[in-house]
């Protein structure tokens, strides 16, 4: 079959176009001839190797031991496992290959891809293979970090800073359809899209900082990360709660080594003494997960704008796309 190929950590233009073997298939697991997978950051962290401690998270230290990157796809089962229980072949389906970290390869960009039942979803009728394959990470990220119960509730004031990528898009639907009133932070471009997302309020970052701006919000949930946590305190409520993401900027606002990690266990450390911090131990399973997100699609609550294309020949042109933060929308391979 045809798939991307990762011979080595290293710059994006490594990525080349080969002939492999087709992946084996667990008892556990399902061959999904993939449709469509989904760019999104993880991948870009995992092909170039940044920041270094990820490869000793599972990656593999001197090169990936997944040579196939991407984890999100969509598709249609081919073949399933002697203890698959859920799926048959011909079922359209939706999903995450990857069992544990994110930040790892897992095999979607290819023609065909195993994935782990757990991981899977019957992908909604309204949604393309194209939309489906854009929900999982961003999805789980979202659904795992944003404040549920008496945090988030009918009135609440939620602001998402970087709103307009993945996980803030999903992130202002979510808090949304919880009927909280959303501010939605991001560059001016994508301001038109975060408003038909269901933002009543939006921010140009360039033009307006939201922790000067004297508003209080129960919610920040702050994807981006350009922001200090006690910058963002100021725009905290006394019982508010601050959820901090850790996109890095493909790079360019964490170090080599250690990336955003030292701030992830910074934070982690004053949610003990911190009611403005709130540490997950216990996060749902996958499958939980995932039949939330297709609830909500179904709902009309839940909503993808895909906002280009590439077959996998282009793959290289498709993260770049990603790597510029200009796309207004989500960035999808399509085999």
Request: proline share 4%.
């Given at each position: 079959?045809r798939?991307?190929?990762?011979?080595?950590?290293?710059?994006?233009?490594d990525l080349?176009v080969?002939?492999?073997?087709?992946?084996?298939?667990?008892?556990?697991?399902?061959?999904?001839?993939?449709?469509?997978a989904?760019?999104?950051?993880?991948?870009?962290h995992?092909v170039?190797?940044?920041?270094?401690?990820?490869?000793?998270?599972?990656?593999?230290?001197?090169?990936?031991?997944?040579?196939?990157?991407?984890?999100?796809?969509a598709?249609?089962?081919?073949?399933?496992?002697r203890?698959?229980?859920?799926?048959?072949?011909?079922?359209?389906?939706?999903?995450?290959?990857?069992?544990?970290?994110?930040?790892?390869?897992?095999?979607?960009?290819?023609?065909?891809?195993?994935?782990?039942?757990?991981?899977?979803?019957?992908?909604?009728?309204?949604?393309?293979?194209?939309?489906?394959?854009?929900l999982?990470?961003?999805g789980?990220?979202?659904?795992?970090?944003?404040?549920?119960?008496?945090?988030?509730?009918?009135?609440?004031?939620?602001?998402?800073n970087?709103?307009?990528?993945?996980?803030?898009?999903?992130?202002?639907?979510?808090?949304?359809?919880?009927?909280?009133?959303?501010?939605?932070?991001?560059?001016?471009?994508?301001?038109?899209?975060?408003?038909?997302?269901g933002?009543?309020?939006?921010?140009?970052?360039?033009?307006?900082?939201?922790?000067?701006?004297?508003?209080?919000?129960?919610?920040?949930?702050?994807?981006i990360?350009?922001?200090?946590?006690?910058?963002?305190?100021?725009?905290?409520?006394?019982d508010?709660?601050?959820?901090?993401?850790?996109?890095?900027?493909?790079?360019?606002?964490?170090?080599?080594?250690?990336?955003s990690?030292?701030?992830?266990?910074?934070?982690?450390?004053?949610?003990?003494?911190?009611?403005?911090?709130e540490?997950?131990?216990?996060l749902?399973?996958?499958?939980?997960?995932?039949a939330?997100?297709?609830?909500?699609?179904?709902?009309?609550?839940?909503?993808v704008?895909?906002a280009?294309?590439?077959?996998?020949?282009?793959?290289?042109?498709?993260?770049?796309?990603?790597?510029?933060?200009?796309?207004?929308?989500?960035?999808?391979?399509?085999?």
């Open positions: 079959m798939a991307v190929v990762q011979d080595r950590y290293g710059p994006v233009e080349v080969r002939e492999v073997t087709f992946p084996t298939v667990a008892d556990d697991e399902v061959l999904v001839q993939v449709h469509a989904s760019v999104h950051p993880d991948v870009w995992v170039t190797g940044r920041p270094h401690v990820l490869r000793v998270m599972g990656s593999g230290l001197r090169r990936p031991r997944q040579r196939v990157p991407g984890t999100d796809v598709g249609v089962v081919t073949a399933v496992g203890r698959v229980e859920l799926f048959q072949q011909g079922d359209e389906v939706f999903g995450e290959t990857l069992r544990g970290l994110q930040w790892r390869n897992g095999g979607a960009y290819a023609e065909y891809a195993a994935v782990p039942e757990q991981n899977l979803a019957l992908k909604p009728d309204s949604l393309s293979f194209d939309k489906a394959a854009c999982p990470t961003a789980l990220i979202a659904l795992n970090n944003l404040p549920t119960g008496s945090r988030l509730r009918q009135g609440s004031r939620v602001l998402v970087g709103a307009g990528g993945g996980v803030g898009s999903i992130a202002v639907q979510l808090a949304k359809a919880a009927g909280a009133s959303v501010t939605a932070v991001d560059d001016a471009s994508k301001l038109e899209l975060l408003r038909y997302l933002a009543e309020h939006v921010i140009d970052y360039r033009e307006q900082d939201f922790a000067e701006g004297g508003v209080r919000y129960d919610v920040v949930f702050d994807v990360g350009n922001h200090t946590f006690a910058q963002c305190r100021r725009a905290l409520t006394r508010g709660t601050y959820v901090w993401i850790g996109h890095d900027g493909f790079g360019r606002s964490a170090g080599k080594r250690w990336g990690l030292p701030r992830a266990v910074g934070l982690m450390a004053r949610s003990a003494v911190s009611k403005n911090l540490a997950h131990f216990k749902p399973s996958k499958s939980e997960s995932m939330r997100l297709c609830g909500l699609v179904e709902a009309g609550q839940l909503t704008v895909v280009a294309t590439y077959p996998l020949e282009r793959v290289v042109e498709a993260i770049h796309h990603l790597e510029r933060g200009t796309a207004v929308g989500r960035i999808v391979l399509t085999v």
